[in-house]
């Protein structure tokens, strides 16, 4: 079982940036894609960004394109988020699962979702 623990999050000014950090246990993540996920207070929880295997492929949400960067070091087990220009909107929970890749594509996550980081972007 492929076991995720996200860190990173905290308070930040809007435009200000932030790193976060999903860290794997239980067994390596190499061989599976990684997505970022994130909750918002009364809203669905939506994809945010996705990694293949590899790290060759990435994928964005619109609302965070050229704003958000992923990206993955197999090598110590873990994905990151780089997040920069953060605007309130971007305030959420934010958590890391394993997905399914389809070609060349995010496919649905498996797993359990684990606790996720907060992130809040006010003045």
């Known amino acids: 079982q492929l076991r995720l623990v996200e860190s990173g999050g905290g308070l930040v000014q809007p435009g200000g940036s932030l790193r976060l950090s999903c860290a794997a246990s239980?067994?390596?993540?190499?061989?599976?894609?990684i997505g970022w996920f994130r909750q918002a207070p009364g809203k669905e929880r939506e994809g945010v960004s996705c990694?293949?295997?590899?790290?060759?492929?990435?994928q964005y949400a619109d609302s965070v394109k050229g704003r958000f960067t992923i990206s993955r070091d197999n090598a110590k087990n873990m994905v990151f988020l780089q997040m920069s220009s953060l605007k309130p909107e971007d305030t959420a929970v934010y958590y890391c699962?394993?997905?399914?890749?389809?070609?060349?594509?995010?496919?649905?996550?498996?797993?359990?979702w684990g606790q996720g980081t907060q992130v809040t972007v006010s003045s």
């Open positions: 990694i293949n295997h590899s790290g060759e492929y990435k």
């Open positions: 699962v394993g997905q399914d890749w389809y070609g060349h594509r995010c496919g649905p996550p498996f797993g359990s």
């Open positions: 239980g067994r390596s993540l190499a061989n599976n894609a």
